[in-house]
């Protein structure tokens, strides 16, 4: 699913003109480790990752993975977001998790279930700096590159996960997160057993009682596959929220939408919806109201059948 973002998309054309080869020795110190990004192809362990220059910004980096626009990263400022959905993620943390309570005891418990090159973690350790954070990537390789190309924090408060989603998730201890974001696609779109009920109650089990679920979800005009993550999500969590621009919520064109759940009531003052109409994009906020008035009778996506061994 293509991501919005808040200039004209790059080209296909590589920056520097770097050969998959080239960029493979360029981009590597004596050490044998990434030294910073090069763009060019790259084989993961999933296919191929492009990275590629922003050609409006010298400090801005586009990650495709099998030619599908993943990521977006300004080297001199992890605040900007330049994917839209990300911006309104970002917003719905700030408005639940305010900066300012950073730190010490309250410090914050991220997981992010899809990497990508990190941008969410980026925008959150700059946002939240005393933030321990958990990327889940299920490409190892890619997570090496990301990491080599664009200096991310150290663990303790950051740390890279390879595995498989579903699989990590169900491993984790209660009540250990306060924000999930779950930002996993193979290709346009998130794989089915990670919007299950039975997933969503996981994601809501490692949920401190507070902790706020976020999802992006990729879907065609028809809305079929939102409406229905509206109902999962809405079936697990008491509060619910959709942040999306209007020709998505009218169902006129592909896109990205932002679903969010808790156990707690899910903030959106004013500051925040003035942030949602003020970027490239600007984006409408629904409470928990409208998002289950949205899913309406939606079916509730439930787990496949266990296989029954032959």
Known sequence: MARSRSRPAASGKRAGGATAAGSAAAGRGPSGAAAGPVAGDY?????????ERDPYDDDGWILKVNGVPSSHVDLADPLRLDFEYMRWMAALATARFPPEHDGGASRLRVLHLGGGACSMARWAAATY??????????????AELVRGWFDLPRAPL????????????????????DLLIRDVFAGDKTPADLTTLGFTRQAARVLADDGLYVVNCGDTPKLETARREAATIGTVFEHTAIVADPAMLKGRRYGNMVIAGSNAP??????????????AVPAQHWDNARVRSFAGTAAV?????????A
């Open 129 to 142: 700096p005393e933030a321990r954070q958990v990327v889940v990537e299920l490409d190892g390789r890619l």
């Open 301 to 309: 996506i439930e787990d496949a059948p266990p296989v029954q061994p």
């Open 43 to 51: 084989p993961i362990d999933t296919g191929t990752a492009t990275l």
């Open 266 to 279: 899910i903030p959106a003052g004013p500051a925040m919806l003035r942030e949602l109409l003020g970027g």
């Open 158 to 177: 950051l740390r890279l996960r390879a595995g498989e989603a579903g699989q990590v998730l169900r491993s984790l201890t209660d009540g250990t997160r």
